[in-house]
Nanobody, 122 residues
Framework: QVQLVESGGGFVQPGGSLKLSCAASGNNLNVNAMSWFRRAPGSERELVARITVGGTTLYRDSVKGRFTISRDNAKNTVYLQMNSLKPEDTAVYYC????????????????WGQGTQVTVSS
């Protein structure tokens, strides 16, 4: 079984910082691209940032210069450092990992974390 466990959400004032973590666990996993998505109240889920196994990153325009995605391949963990937070960053944040299980073949599987609430308010 594969699990993605998120942590690090919470309450913060505008201009503050939070760091989210998401760790993938299971037997004989190969973790490929990892991403952070978010869903604000009344809105559709949107991509925040993505990072490949080699470290290439992609950010949505509204978080460029404020958020940094990184990963620790030895720990199968992805991080999202969020600085200069704004009220419009308030959302439930979800991590996603693209995973292969070599024993089961070359098929790619998407796995999602449980979500963590980030609230930015004065």
């Amino acid at each position: 079984q594969v699990q993605l466990v998120e942590s690090g959400g919470g309450f913060v004032q505008p201009g503050g910082s939070l760091k989210l973590s998401c760790a993938a666990s299971g037997n004989n996993l190969n973790v490929n691209a990892m991403s952070w998505f978010r869903r604000a109240p009344g809105s559709e889920r949107e991509l925040v940032a993505r990072i490949t196994v080699g470290g290439t990153t992609l950010y949505r325009d509204s978080v460029k210069g404020r958020f940094t995605i990184s990963r620790d391949n030895a720990k199968n963990t992805v991080y999202l450092q969020m600085n200069s937070l704004k009220p419009e960053d308030t959302a439930v944040y979800y991590c996603k990992a693209v995973i292969t299980i070599p024993l089961m073949g070359d098929r790619l599987y998407d796995y999602w974390g449980q979500g963590t609430q980030v609230t930015v308010s004065s």
